[in-house]
């Protein structure tokens, strides 16, 4: 079956909390337009019937919400989106949702939402209270660990299907048990797991913020971890992490379906609130807008010039690449965090990491179906 998926900014980049390491906030500061607002009615309009006129049915339509804070937008619009989503389909295509929100505004009608439509939420909370409240906090400069907490309790309640998206920081990178044993104890079954991005404009030579990580770090982190991770998995107490699944089916020769994981771009189509359509999440920026909903069809943008320029756009690879021994479970990495794995020279974090655990990987793939 045809699959076509979309990611929304329906709040743009607007949001309720102040993470001190928000990559998105970071990105719309390069815009000349940082805020394109709540999305209204009829771009909402544009962007679902330009959805159906581009499909070929049957299709498997996914449509996943991020922002900023998505939620922003109100129940209202998730509301109104869904139900004429229902109308314009018909059930001639399977409809696919998913969001990712710090549930800040998590409610009982947004629940009963999620699950009457089956969305996936994706809840970010960094961990126990000692990582979570040292970085996500709310416009009050308050932690938000407990307002998380409260959201999980009313997905659980209510039966919504949710995963755990953590950040990776120095204050996590320094405890990796720690923060397994509070998944195990929390019993979450779906996690992933991201490295702070450091700002578009970091140089090497810029001073660290406190919540950066730099490249020892990060493998250590990762090879402490994933051994958490295989001794649960030897013992039947399997976790799902997105990075270490991902690796696994690639060596059963599956394609993996994490973004950049395999160094090359695809098209993306991320929807600002303005209905502008850009190729990447990370690249939400003015060089690399292919269009608008109201104006161009998504045809036309994915195979436009603007796209191109974006598949052509490379940043440097660390030198190592040339000759390592996992390059093809790699390729370099995903072009935004390329810099980062070349921060240190002659020393890549990713290749420290697979250079230890690999032989792990191998006897996981040998055992799973």
């Known amino acids: 079956?045809?699959?076509?998926?979309?990611?929304?900014?329906?709040?743009?980049?607007?949001?309720?909390?102040?993470?001190?390491?928000?990559?998105?906030?970071?990105?719309?500061?390069?815009?000349?337009?940082?805020?394109?607002?709540?999305?209204?009615?009829?771009?909402?309009?544009?962007?679902?019937?330009?959805?159906?006129?581009?499909?070929?049915?049957?299709?498997?339509?996914?449509?996943?919400?991020?922002?900023?804070?998505?939620?922003?937008?109100?129940?209202?619009?998730?509301?109104?989106?869904?139900?004429?989503?229902?109308?314009?389909?018909?059930?001639?295509?399977?409809?696919?949702?998913?969001?990712?929100?710090?549930?800040?505004?998590?409610?009982?009608?947004?629940?009963?939402?999620?699950?009457?439509?089956?969305?996936?939420?994706?809840?970010?909370?960094?961990?126990?209270?000692?990582?979570?409240?040292?970085?996500?906090?709310?416009?009050?400069?308050?932690?938000?660990?407990?307002?998380?907490?409260?959201?999980?309790?009313?997905?659980?309640?209510?039966?919504?299907?949710?995963?755990?998206?953590?950040?990776?920081?120095?204050?996590m990178a320094k405890k990796p048990q720690t923060l397994f044993r509070y998944y195990e104890r929390r019993k979450f079954q779906y996690v992933q797991l991201i490295p702070c991005l450091k700002s578009l404009d970091f140089s090497p030579n810029d001073p660290l913020n406190k919540y950066d990580l730099t490249p020892h770090e990060y493998a250590w982190f990762l090879i402490d971890f994933f051994q958490q991770w295989y001794v649960a998995f030897k013992n039947n107490q399997y976790i799902s992490i997105r990075q270490f699944d991902n690796l696994v089916y690639m060596l059963k020769g599956r394609p993996a379906e994490q973004c950049g994981i395999l160094g090359h771009c695809s098209v993306q189509c991320v929807i600002e609130a303005d209905g502008s359509v850009y190729p990447c999440d990370f690249y939400v920026l003015d060089d690399f807008k292919l269009g608008n909903l109201k104006e161009n069809s998504f045809e036309t943008m994915i195979q436009s010039s603007a796209a191109q320029k974006f598949l052509k756009f490379e940043t440097p690879k660390n030198p190592l690449c040339k000759t390592c021994q996992v390059y093809p479970m790699c390729g370099g990495g995903c072009k935004r965090y390329r810099s980062f794995y070349a921060e240190e020279d002659n020393y890549c974090p990713y290749q420290d990491f697979l250079y230890q655990v690999y032989p792990k990987l191998e006897e996981i793939a040998r055992f799973v179906n």
């Open 1 to 171: 079956m045809n699959q076509f998926s979309m990611l929304i900014k329906p709040a743009s980049s607007l949001c309720n909390m102040r993470c001190k390491y928000c990559f998105y906030s970071d990105v719309s500061e390069h815009r000349e337009v940082k805020s394109n607002g709540i999305m209204n009615q009829e771009t909402t309009d544009f962007l679902i019937d330009r959805t159906f006129e581009y499909v070929k049915k049957p299709c498997i339509i996914t449509f996943a919400f991020q922002g900023g804070e998505p939620t922003v937008a109100g129940y209202d619009y998730f509301e109104y989106f869904t139900r004429r989503v229902e109308e314009v389909n018909k059930g001639q295509n399977k409809i696919q949702y998913s969001i990712q929100t710090n549930g800040q505004l998590m409610d009982e009608k947004f629940c009963k939402l999620f699950r009457k439509y089956n969305f996936l939420v994706g809840l970010s909370q960094d961990g126990p209270k000692e990582f979570h409240d040292v970085n996500r906090l709310g416009a009050d400069k308050k932690g938000t660990f407990e307002h998380t907490n409260r959201a999980i309790k009313l997905m659980d309640q209510f039966h919504v299907e949710y995963n755990i998206l953590s950040v990776i920081t120095k204050q």
